[in-house]
C-alpha cells in the first residue's frame, strides 16, 4: 500500500465534504441549538441555572413551609434550625385554615401515640403526591432524629443522626491506588464510560453515513473506476475510510464541545475527569475506539458498495449500528457490575466488544483475560474486516445499475 | 512490445468474460480493441488496468505487472464521470496527484491541457457549469494528464459532436506522435479506420481479427473495381459479372485478373472513363461480417 496515495485521498475526502453546504448546517445545527436555549434560559430570567435546584429542592422538600400540630410535646418548641420551615400551631382547625389561606404548603399532625406506632399525618392541597415525597426526604426525617434525640446527646451526634452518611465514591485501581475520589467522583464513575461509548456510536453513524454517500455519489458519477486506475481499491477503502472517519470525528465533536462549552465549566470536569484515569487505561479506551471504528467502517464501505442506490446502502449500515448500539440497552446493569457476565461475553463478540470494553474499562478492573481475549478477537477481526470490504468493495464499485444477487456476489467475490 | 498478452482467461461465475486471448501492442501504435457488446474489451481493459484480475494466462504493460506501472498508464473508462461539485483545476490536479504528480507540476500540466481545449477560461469553474461536451473534453485530458506511456480510451468519442471529434483526434494523433501508445476501444468504425494502425477484433471472449488494418482490408478486399462510365460493352475480357451501383458499375474479376489488365481492355475498346477505383470494403462491413459469421481468423 503506497501511504502518499492514500495521503491524498484523505486529504481529498476530508476537504471536499467538509466544505460541503449540507456538512456545515448539520455541524451547525447542534450548536445553533444549544445557543438558542442559552439564549431562552437567560431570557427567563436564569430559570434554566437554577432549574436544577428547583427540582432537587421540589422533590427534597427544603422549600416548603410546614405547619406542625404536636400531639407528643417532644417537638415543641421547635429546634432552631427547623424554624425557618416548620411553624407550630396549637391545633388541626388552626393550622388547616393557614393551609386554606396559603400560609403554610402542608400540614404535619403528629398524634399524641406517635413513639408507639410511628405513624403522623400530612394534609396537603391537591395531590397526595407532595405529601408520599416528603417520607423519602433527607431533610424531614432529620426534623424527627433531630427532635427526638434532643437533650439526650451531644448535639453534633443529633446533627449527624439527622443527615448520617455523604458517600465519597472510590475505586481501588492498578497497584493499589485510589483513583476517581474526591468531588469528581460520580463524574468519574458515570461520564467518561458514557461520553466514550457515546463517541464511538455517534462517529460511527455520522461516518458511515459520509461513506456511504460517498461511495453512493461516486458509483452514480462513474468517478470510482478512474480512481482504482491511479489507486488500488485497498488504497482507495483506507483513505476514505480515515478521510470519511475524520469527518464524522469533526463533527461530533463540534457538537459535543459546543454542548458541553455551554454547560458551565463542564468541558473542564470532563477532562479532569479523564485525566483521572490511568495512563493505561486511557491508551486502552483510545485502542478499542480505533479497532472498533476501523472495523465497522471498512465493513460498512464494503456492504456500502454493493448497493445501488442510498437507502439500500443505509438500510444495511443500519443493521451494523445497531450492534455498536447494543451494550447501551445493558447500561443500567454495568453501572452496578461492569463484570457481569453477559457484558464479559460480549466483550468477545467483534461488533459488541468495542462499546462494551468502552463502557466496562473505566468503572472498575476488568479482568485481564478479557482485555487480552477482546483486543485479540478485534485485532483478528479488524484483519477479517479489511479483508471482506476490500473484496466486496472491489467488486461492489464496478457495479453499475442493478444490485447483484447473494449468489452473484458469492460467485465474483469467490473469482475475485 | 508495450503489452503483452497470453492466453489471458477471465470468468464471472459460470459466464467465460475472455477465453484464451493473447496479443501485443507495439511502441507508438495506435491499436484497436474491437468488438460488439459484451465481446469481453472492457474486462480485458479492466485486467491491464490492474482493476479486474486474470483467472489464468499472462499480462505484461511495459514489460511488468499491471499492478506496478499504473503511474505510467492513463484510463479513459466507458463508464466515467466527474465529481460535479469540484473545481475544473482541482479536479486534474487531484486525478495528476493520484498518479503520484507533484501538485505544483500537476497545475501546471492542467493549465496547459485546458489550454489545449479551450477551456482555459473555465478552470476555476464548477465542474456541473460545463456542458456535456466540455465535460467529454475534461475527462479526456484527465487521463492524459499525467503525462502516460500508455492510455487505454475506451469509446472517447461518444456523445461529442463533430468539432470536438475532430479535437480528440488530434490529440489521439498527437499522442502517437509523442511516443506514446494508444489502445482504443470505439464502436464508431470510421473512426478506428481513421487512427489505428493494428486492430484486434473480440466475439464472445476470443480473438476473432488481429492485425494491421491495411493487410485486413486487404484480405477482405473481393476482387472487383468500381468504374464510372456512361456505357460499359456487355462483354468485357477477364471480367465475371457487371453489377449496377448506384451510378457507378461493379465488375466482379475472374480469378488471376488485375483491375490494371481490366483498366487496359476498356480503354483499348474505346470505353469512356469517367473514374474508377478498386472497390473498398470499409472496416464495419468487414465488423459485422466477421461477428455474424463467426470467424477466426489467424492474420497478424
Known amino acids: 500500500m503506497r501511504l502518499s496515495k492514500v495521503w491524498t485521498i484523505i486529504q481529498h475526502e476530508y476537504v471536499t465534504n467538509v466544505r460541503r453546504p449540507g456538512f456545515i448546517i448539520m455541524t451547525a445545527i447542534v450548536p445553533a441549538l444549544a445557543l438558542i436555549g442559552l439564549l431562552v434560559g437567560a431570557y427567563g430570567g436564569g430559570l434554566l441555572k437554577n432549574m436544577g435546584q428547583s427540582l432537587v429542592n421540589f422533590f427534597e422538600g427544603t422549600s416548603k413551609r410546614i405547619g406542625v400540630v404536636d400531639g407528643t410535646g417532644l417537638f415543641t418548641p421547635l429546634l432552631p434550625e427547623y424554624e425557618g420551615n416548620f411553624t407550630l400551631f396549637g391545633g388541626e382547625e388552626e393550622a388547616r385554615k393557614a393551609l386554606e389561606d396559603g400560609k403554610v404548603d402542608a400540614v404535619l399532625v403528629i398524634p399524641s401515640d406517635y413513639i408507639e406506632n410511628g405513624k403522623v399525618r400530612v394534609i396537603a392541597k391537591g395531590s397526595s403526591f407532595e405529601a408520599v415525597a416528603l417520607e423519602d426526604s433527607k431533610w424531614f426525617k432529620g426534623f424527627f432524629v433531630s427532635h427526638l434525640l434532643r437533650g439526650k446527646v451531644e448535639p453534633a451526634v443529633s446533627r449527624r443522626a439527622a443527615d448520617p452518611v455523604t458517600i465519597q465514591p472510590e475505586v481501588l485501581g492498578e497497584k493499589g491506588k485510589v483513583q476517581g475520589g474526591g468531588p469528581w467522583g460520580i463524574l468519574f464513575t458515570f461520564i467518561i464510560p458514557y461520553f466514550l461509548a457515546f463517541m464511538l456510536v455517534m462517529t460511527i453513524f455520522v461516518s458511515s453515513g459520509y461513506l456511504l454517500q460517498g461511495i453512493a455519489e461516486e458509483k452514480e458519477n462513474r468517478v470510482m473506476e478512474i480512481i482504482v486506475s491511479s489507486v488500488s481499491p485497498l488504497e482507495l477503502l483506507v483513505g476514505k475510510v480515515v478521510g470519511l472517519g475524520a469527518v464524522g470525528l469533526t463533527q461530533v465533536l463540534v457538537w459535543l464541545l459546543s454542548l458541553l462549552g455551554f454547560t458551565s465549566g463542564a468541558v473542564m470536569l470532563l477532562t479532569i475527569s479523564a485525566f483521572s484515569l490511568p495512563p493505561s487505561t486511557l491508551l486502552l479506551l483510545v485502542i478499542y475506539y480505533v479497532l472498533g471504528f476501523a472495523i465497522y467502517a471498512f465493513l460498512m464501505a464494503g456492504i456500502g458498495s454493493l448497493g445501488t442506490t442510498m437507502r439500500e446502502s443505509q438500510q444495511v449500515a443500519g443493521i451494523l449500528s445497531m450492534f455498536a448500539a447494543a451494550p447501551y440497552m445493558l447500561s443500567g446493569f454495568l453501572m452496578a457490575n461492569p463484570n457481569l457476565t453477559i457484558a464479559r461475553v460480549l466483550s468477545f463478540f467483534p461488533l459488541t466488544a468495542p462499546t462494551m470494553m468502552l463502557f466496562r474499562l473505566p468503572l472498575a478492573k476488568v479482568p485481564w483475560v478479557d482485555i487480552a481475549g477482546s483486543l485479540a478477537i478485534l485485532s483478528l477481526s479488524l484483519l477479517g474486516a479489511i479483508w471482506l470490504g476490500e473484496k466486496l468493495f472491489r467488486v461492489g464499485i464496478l457495479i453499475y445499475g442493478k444490485r447483484p444477487s447473494w449468489k452473484e456476489i458469492w460467485l465474483i467475490l469467490r473469482s475475485s | ?300
Open chain 2, 1 to 300: 512490445m508495450v503489452i503483452e498478452v497470453r492466453n489471458l482467461l477471465k470468468r464471472y461465475g459460470e459466464l467465460v468474460a475472455v477465453r484464451g486471448l493473447s496479443f501485443e501492442v507495439k511502441k507508438g501504435e495506435i491499436f484497436g480493441l474491437l468488438g460488439p457488446n459484451g465481446a469481453g474489451k472492457t474486462t480485458t481493459i479492466r485486467i491491464l488496468m490492474d482493476i479486474l484480475k486474470p483467472d489464468e494466462g499472462e499480462v505484461k504493460v511495459l514489460g511488468r505487472s499491471p499492478s506496478e506501472v499504473k503511474e505510467k498508464v492513463g484510463y479513459l473508462p466507458e463508464e466515467r464521470g466527474l465529481y460535479q461539485g469540484l473545481g475544473v483545476l482541482e479536479t486534474l490536479v487531484y486525478f495528476a496527484e493520484l498518479k503520484g504528480v507533484p501538485r505544483s507540476v500537476a497545475k501546471e500540466r492542467a493549465n496547459s491541457l485546458l489550454e489545449k481545449v479551450d477551456l482555459l477560461d473555465r478552470a476555476k469553474g464548477k465542474v456541473k457549469e460545463l456542458s456535456k461536451g466540455m465535460q467529454q473534453k475534461l475527462q479526456f485530458i484527465a487521463s492524459i494528464i499525467h503525462d502516460p506511456e500508455v492510455v487505454f480510451l475506451d469509446e472517447p468519442f461518444q456523445g461529442l459532436d463533430p468539432v470536438n471529434v475532430e479535437l480528440i483526434k488530434g490529440l489521439i494523433t498527437e499522442l502517437r506522435e509523442q511516443g506514446k501508445t494508444v489502445v482504443l476501444s470505439s464502436h464508431q468504425m470510421n473512426l478506428v479506420e481513421a487512427l489505428c494502425d493494428r486492430i484486434l477484433l473480440i466475439n464472445k471472449g476470443e480473438a476473432v481479427l488481429y492485425g494491421p488494418i491495411r493487410e485486413i482490408k486487404k484480405r477482405f478486399t473481393p476482387n472487383s473495381i468500381l468504374v464510372k462510365s456512361p456505357q460499359l460493352p456487355p462483354i468485357v475480357k477477364g471480367v465475371q459479372a457487371v453489377t449496377r451501383k448506384d451510378d457507378a458499375f461493379l465488375l466482379t474479376l475472374a480469378e488471376g485478373t488485375s483491375p490494371q489488365a481490366v483498366i487496359k481492355a476498356l480503354v483499348e475498346e474505346g470505353v469512356e472513363l469517367e473514374a474508377f477505383e478498386v472497390a473498398p470494403v470499409p472496416l464495419e462491413d468487414i465488423f459485422v461480417k466477421v461477428v455474424k459469421e463467426g470467424r477466426h481468423s489467424a492474420l497478424i
